[in-house]
């Protein structure tokens, strides 16, 4: 039995592979340098792995992601970044003007860049990364550590062509044209003395898989000695799935029960190896070992070999829990980030193979599995097991309350901005001379106050309708809630690599989750209190919070999410009794939390529409806003109206063609809209004649009546220099629409 472990996270202890990066990007330091750094990184996370794992993977440390080191490596690389002159090119595609699409990987929050074909096309195998890589595991004495790389479906898939994903015919096609390059790295990898290779498909998990054409794909491969991993879900052609050539194959036993089911019917062949995915690599919680061992008894009964494995890479997790000193012991003591899966699995195969030193440890986590919840709230619990039907429901339909909220006076095409205004430098030195110490709180808030003060005069200055606060006292969205709420621990430590350099911080919920206060009524009054205008309360939504939050144990998300919905509409009530009458729930997350698995679907949006209904069940007068953003929307829009807010913003400024398309099929939409009238990711000011044609467009799918024009996203990243010309612009093709209203 043996433990192969992959996916560590590569930030680093001190999180040097951020420093590193950045360094190189803004000339701090040299290439040399930047290899030299990265080098010594590896040697540390291969140290982390040899301590724990018999089986590990090289090549694993990308410069930025590991499907752009792919792409190279098979020579995918589009001719405006021609010719390919090494690192500098590299980060070209990564983060130059015209880099590489980047988008979600899977459903985590790591973003990948999009390899992207474009005709004529001839590839070039260039595996110099993998084979540096390679040679510096070897150098080092870690010689088990294998080359670790994406496999041909998996990047097919997430591939794109003229911004389409590759259909099944261009998937045949381009992978004629991919597999010989992709041998011609095994090949060069083989010469440097690889003999095993771990390749990773999660695409086979997800729906409509190309079962032939895998096949033929590994047939094509089946001259090299293939450790192949699956995980996120279970796969749907398991029958074929356990015949491919291969040595090995991994599957998760975490994220599903079908996988373990599909196994105990159609069983497993002798002459492979189990990969068992055991130990959950996406949750931030411990293991109970005493039944994960009965896990694997189980299943090693029926294979010749079974290996130990998490289910899914670790990057997911924060590398290790030992540097938190702020997390409730009760809470810190049952949390297990990367390093501690590693650990987990390590005890589990010795206390699987006898090794009586370890009984102890195993038993203690099966106690601490079933002892009692942690942050057991029962009010909490109370109000979610009463909830009814009703409490899902608005006292009134959208038609009527639109009636009631005509008092708030607003003209046509209504103008107002998505929340956040830019988080300048002054801003963050403010906040951190206060959780420093030396800033009071009083003297933080009162500068806050200030800001709050300048940016309503400066919306009434630029004429908008419906005003913002600006949220200056919020360093993140959910973060600011997550500190508010009982429930939730936040980390000190705990960052994980979003993309590129960029790290988060997700708080992790442990406990029941309620409010012991309100936590955005002082500032939003505040700036109510400054204008005649309507100022928008600006809450985060349930499902946001939970989709960007790490889950509890024991608890089905539904519940979760309707405890953090009932908290958020404790605020929502709040807000209307301090003469809010508009009020903005975000759920930029609301489409990303959905599963892999279409058939998956309706079960989360059910729950999902539901916690974002009981969230927002405020007087009918209220306006409700909600935002949506990073994400295609054209599958969901039913789903979106089911909301049943009264407005929406959503960012449509790369997508609106198809979006206003979607809407033109979607005939019974009649909730107000805001379609992203520019792109606020960009630094470019828009024109007025650009965003009057998003609002043509707009136009052309949905009634006048129901639109609003507002950029697709907070303001937070831009400049203020970039503001200000282009909001000007926006009210400027707000009043031109308005002009032809009246004609
Ligand atoms: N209200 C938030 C803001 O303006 C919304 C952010 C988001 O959609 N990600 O910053
Ligand atoms: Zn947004």
Redesign the pocket.
């Known amino acids: 039995m043996q433990i192969l472990a992959y996916g560590l996270p590569r930030l680093g202890e001190k999180r040097q592979y951020k420093s590193l990066l950045e360094s190189y990007w803004t000339k701090k330091i040299t290439q040399t340098e930047l290899y030299q750094g990265m080098d010594a990184l590896e040697k540390e996370r291969l140290g982390t792995y040899a301590t724990y794992a018999d089986l590990y993977p090289a090549c694993e440390l990308s410069f930025y992601d590991p499907v752009l080191d792919l792409s190279i490596a098979v020579g995918l690389v589009p001719q405006r970044f021609q010719p390919y002159e090494g690192i500098d090119t590299y980060f070209q595609m990564a983060r130059g003007p015209h880099a590489l699409e980047m988008t979600k990987w899977f459903n985590t929050n790591y973003h990948y860049l999009v390899p992207e074909w474009e005709e004529p096309l001839s590839l070039s195998a260039q595996p110099d990364f993998y084979i540096r890589a390679y040679r510096l595991a070897q150098e080092g004495g870690f010689h088990s550590a294998l080359p670790s790389l994406i496999g041909p479906y998996t990047f097919l898939k997430l591939s794109k062509k003229d911004g389409h994903s590759l259909s099944p015919d261009e998937m045949e096609r381009y992978g004629e044209l991919l597999l010989p390059a992709y041998s011609r790295v095994l090949e060069a990898l083989s010469q440097a003395g690889a003999t095993h290779f771990l390749i990773h498909e999660p695409a086979f998990v997800l729906d409509d898989p190309l079962v032939p054409l895998i096949g033929y794909f590994y047939h094509q491969l089946s001259r090299f000695s293939i450790y192949l991993l699956t995980y996120y879900e279970a796969v749907d052609f398991y029958p074929r799935l356990v015949e491919l050539p291969v040595k090995g194959i991994g599957l998760d036993f975490t994220s599903n029960t079908a996988n373990t089911e599909s196994f105990l019917q159609y069983g497993f062949p002798d002459d492979k190896i189990l990969i068992a995915g055991i130990i959950d690599g996406r949750s931030v919680w411990h293991a109970n070992l005493q039944a994960k061992a009965r896990e694997i008894e189980t299943l090693s009964r029926r294979v010749k070999e079974i290996w130990l494995a998490p289910s899914a890479p670790l990057f997911f997790l924060p590398l290790t829990k030992v540097f938190e000193k702020r997390i409730p012991p009760a809470v810190w003591e049952r949390l297990s980030f990367a390093r501690e899966k590693l650990q987990e699995l390590q005890t589990l195969k010795k206390y699987i193979l006898g090794d009586e030193t370890v009984w102890e440890e195993v038993e203690a986590s099966a106690r601490l599995w079933e002892s009692e919840p942690l942050g057991y709230h029962p009010p909490t619990r109370a109000r979610v097991s009463a909830l009814t039907e009703k409490d899902f429901t608005r006292d009134l339909p959208y038609k009527e309350r639109t009636r009631l909220q005509q008092a708030l006076q607003l003209p046509p095409f209504p103008t107002t901005t998505?929340?956040?205004f830019p988080q300048t430098e002054d801003l963050r030195a403010l906040r951190r001379a206060y959780r420093a110490g030396s800033l009071s709180e009083a003297q933080y808030k009162s500068h806050i106050r200030e800001k709050i003060a300048e940016v309503i005069r400066y919306q009434e200055e630029l004429g908008l309708d419906v005003l913002v606060h600006g949220?200056f006292e919020r360093s993140d969205?959910v973060e600011f809630f997550a500190e508010k709420l009982q429930g939730f621990a936040i980390t000190d430590h705990g960052w994980v690599l979003s993309y590129g350099s960029r790290v988060y911080r997700a708080p992790i919920i442990y406990g029941d989750v309620w409010r012991p206060a309100p936590m955005t009524v002082e500032e939003i009054k505040y700036a109510q209190s400054l204008t005649t205008k309507p100022v928008k309360g600006?809450l985060t939504g349930p499902v946001t919070i939970l989709n960007w939050s790490y889950a509890p144990p024991h608890k089905s998300r539904e519940e979760v999410a309707y405890e953090i919905a009932l908290a958020i509409q404790d605020e929502v009530r709040d807000l209307e009794a301090a003469g809010i009458r508009v009020i903005q729930i975000?759920e930029?997350a609301f489409r990303e939390g959905a599963p892999l698995k279409r058939r998956d679907w309706p079960e989360y949006f059910r729950w999902a529409v539901r916690a974002f209904r009981l969230a927002s069940r405020a007087q009918p007068s209220t306006q409700i806003h909600s935002?949506m953003?990073y994400s295609e929307f054209e599958s969901i829009l039913q789903y979106i109206w089911e909301m049943d807010f009264d407005v929406v913003s959503i960012e449509a400024s790369r997508s609106k063609g198809t979006l206003v398309e979607e809407f033109k099929r979607f005939p019974h939409w009649d909730r107000q809209i805001g379609l992203g009238v520019y792109d606020i990711h960009s630094p470019a000011i828009p024109s007025v004649e650009s965003i009057s044609a998003v609002i043509e467009a707009a136009r052309q799918a949905l009634p006048e009546r129901l639109l609003w024009i507002n950029p697709d996203?907070?303001l937070?990243t831009r400049r203020w220099e970039e503001v200000t010309p282009a909001l000007r612009n926006m009210v400027l093709a707000a009043q031109a629409a308005r002009e032809k209203v009246k004609t």
């Open positions: 998505i929340g956040s949220e969205m600006m975000d930029p935002h953003c996203c907070g937070k």
